[in-house]
Nanobody, 114 residues
Framework: VQLQACGGGLVQAGGSLRLSCAAS????????MGWYRQPPGKQRELVGV???????NYADSVKGRFTASRDNVTRTIYLQMNSLKPEDTAVYYC?????????WGQGTQVTVSS
């Protein structure tokens, strides 16, 4: 399985970015897909996960600002990030999991300047 993430960049605080992640197989084949991030010098952390049933869970730090979504036709998931803060600066990773494995994209850098 390949996950190709893109959309990162440099943005000022208060700005917006949209990340996308294209999967090499049907999204229905996964139990869930989502986004994680790794801030500089810190461990990787959950941002948001979309389950196969359609429920979406977010980290408290991004609730109300970030929105995850999926397009089953294009096999792509998205992360719309609004009201960005400097503490959102991190490498963002796309993730998908099935009954056997976790799959990871290559990561995309998001930098929010104050």
């Amino acid at each position: 399985v390949q996950l190709q993430a893109c959309g990162g960049g440099l943005v000022q605080a208060g700005g917006s970015l949209r990340l996308s992640c294209a999967a090499s197989r049907s999204l229905f084949s996964f139990k869930g897909m989502g986004w994680y991030r790794q801030p500089p010098g810190k461990q990787r952390e959950l941002v948001g996960v979309i389950t196969s049933g359609g429920s979406i869970n977010y980290a408290d730090s991004v609730k109300g600002r970030f929105t995850a979504s999926r397009d089953n036709v294009t096999r792509t998931i998205y992360l719309q990030m609004n009201s960005l803060k400097p503490e959102d600066t991190a490498v963002y990773y796309c993730n998908a999991f099935d009954a056997s494995f976790d799959y990871w994209g290559q990561g995309t850098q998001v930098t929010v300047s104050s």
